[in-house]
């Protein structure tokens, strides 16, 4: 498997971490954060909008999950079809910061945290 970059610039909004994504990896995508076609992503919008580096930043809301943009009919499925757990890497975040986080997930070549 190709190397997965430690960055933490490749955190998306919504606490995936794209330097471990296949997309990422194979040059088809930017990541989350540089990605501009991605203006249908309400997270991308609103943490763009409120100058935070992802939902881990949020003061509007006590939980992630208790947001409805966090937690739409989209990333329900995408949690279903991947086992994926943004609230866990969020609450990941939040516990190590943003430069541990990206470095786990790197040594691990984790996107997500698995339910």
């Keep these: 498997m190709t190397e997965v970059k430690n960055d933490p610039n490749l955190i998306a909004y919504c606490g995936?971490?794209?330097g471990a994504c296949g997309s990422f990896i194979k040059g088809k995508c930017l990541g989350c954060q540089k990605n501009e076609k991605a203006t249908w992503?309400?997270?991308r919008v609103c943490c763009q909008n409120n100058k935070?580096?992802?939902c881990a930043d949020?003061?509007?809301v006590g939980k992630a999950?208790?947001?409805k943009?966090?937690?739409n009919l989209f990333s329900k499925i995408f949690a279903l079809l991947f086992r994926?757990?943004?609230q866990a890497c969020v609450n990941l975040i939040k516990e190590l910061g943003y430069d541990k986080y990206a470095q786990k997930m790197?040594?691990?070549k984790k996107q997500s945290i698995k339910r």
């Design 84 to 86: 994926s757990d943004r």
């Design 58 to 60: 949020c003061k509007l």
């Design 16 to 18: 995936l971490y794209c």
């Design 69 to 71: 943009k966090f937690n």
């Design 52 to 54: 935070y580096r992802s």
């Design 106 to 108: 790197a040594i691990e």
């Design 41 to 43: 992503c309400q997270i």
């Design 65 to 67: 999950s208790d947001c």
